[in-house]
């Protein structure tokens, strides 16, 4: 089993619609997560963490967690096009040698369409 | 969030030979890592550059191949050595200040082995 696991998608929306970007993660006791926005040519880009079991609103942005399930989603309201990016999980260890150190899903592609 | 710069930003290398990417952070960071980010692929982490100690490594990826120094707390380089077209790639720096504290990603070194 992945460390982190994402769709790859592509996942495509309308303009205006919520995207619903999903993680799932096989460590129960990670205790960090964030999500990283990467467009085609650049590098990643935090736009949410969230340490704590629930939601976590910044903007069009809602995080939300749920460590019994070890899930994590990222919403995105009122999406726009410039929101077409590459989404990457990111899991941060808690254990071990690497102690803290971040885990990348496959991320997902997320294309939304005017 | 620290600002991390690294260069090059992209070159193209000859089979054999060793390049070294170099990040400068704008500001004392307890934690740095160096990831790669394969054509299509998600990042994988290399290494955690140790100030003032040998790199830890991540399984599949050796000193001899990836040799790291981390001088200061604001300072590291990557060096990748005896280059074969499977190391072309894209190699990322990220730091992180403290333990609890969201990681940032430079803008990465794009390298190409012919």
């Known amino acids: 089993q992945k460390e982190v696991e994402q769709n790859s998608g592509p996942l495509s929306v309308p303009e205006g619609a919520i995207a619903s970007l999903n993680c799932t993660y096989s460590?129960?006791?990670?205790?960090?997560f964030f999500w990283y926005r990467q467009y085609s040519g650049k590098s990643p880009e935090l736009i949410m963490f969230?340490?704590?079991?629930g939601d976590k609103e910044d903007g069009r942005f809602t995080a939300q967690l749920n460590k019994a399930s070890q899930y994590v989603s990222l919403l995105i309201r009122d999406s726009q096009p410039s929101d077409s990016a590459t989404y990457l999980c990111a899991v941060k260890r808690n254990y071990g040698g690497s102690q803290g150190n971040l885990i990348f899903g496959k991320g997902t592609k997320l294309s939304v369409k005017p | 969030s620290a600002v991390i710069s690294q260069k090059p930003s992209r070159d193209i290398c000859q089979r054999g030979t060793s390049l070294t990417i170099q990040c400068q952070v704008d500001?004392?960071?307890?934690?740095m890592f160096w990831y790669r980010q394969q054509p299509g692929q998600s990042l994988t982490l290399i290494a955690t550059?140790?100030?003032?100690?040998?790199?830890?490594?991540e399984s599949g990826f050796v000193i001899d191949k990836f040799p790291i120094s981390r001088p200061n707390l604001t300072f590291s380089t990557l060096t990748v050595s005896n280059m074969s077209p499977e190391d072309s790639s894209i190699y990322l720096c990220?730091?992180?200040?403290?333990?609890?504290?969201?990681?940032?990603f430079g803008d990465g070194t794009r390298l190409s082995i012919l």
């Open positions: 969230i340490y704590s079991n």
């Open positions: 500001s004392q960071v307890t934690m």
């Open positions: 460590d129960r006791g990670s205790q960090s």
């Open positions: 990220s730091a992180r200040d403290t333990f609890n504290q969201p990681q940032h």
């Open positions: 550059a140790n100030q003032g100690s040998e790199a830890t490594y």
